[in-house]
């Protein structure tokens, strides 16, 4: 979340609960992934793909 913030500002708290709900694995990949977003959109496309 501290780098989400950093980067992006505000996370919306729908994102958040989405981000609290992933699993182990899904969150070790969100940590690597978050270098290629470039905006909010791409983080809450790579979350829709999740659930």
């Known amino acids: 979340m ?3 913030k ?6 919306p ?3 958040i609960n989405q981000i609290e709900d ?3 694995d899904d969150l070790e990949s969100l ?6 977003f470039n905006s909010l ?3 809450q496309i790579w ?3 999740r659930f």
């Open 31 to 36: 940590t690597e992934d978050i270098l290629d």
């Open 22 to 24: 992933l699993v182990l």
């Open 41 to 43: 959109e791409d983080l």
């Open 47 to 49: 979350l829709e793909k």
């Open 6 to 11: 950093k980067r992006f500002g505000e996370i």
């Open 13 to 15: 708290a729908t994102i």
């Open 2 to 4: 501290r780098l989400l």
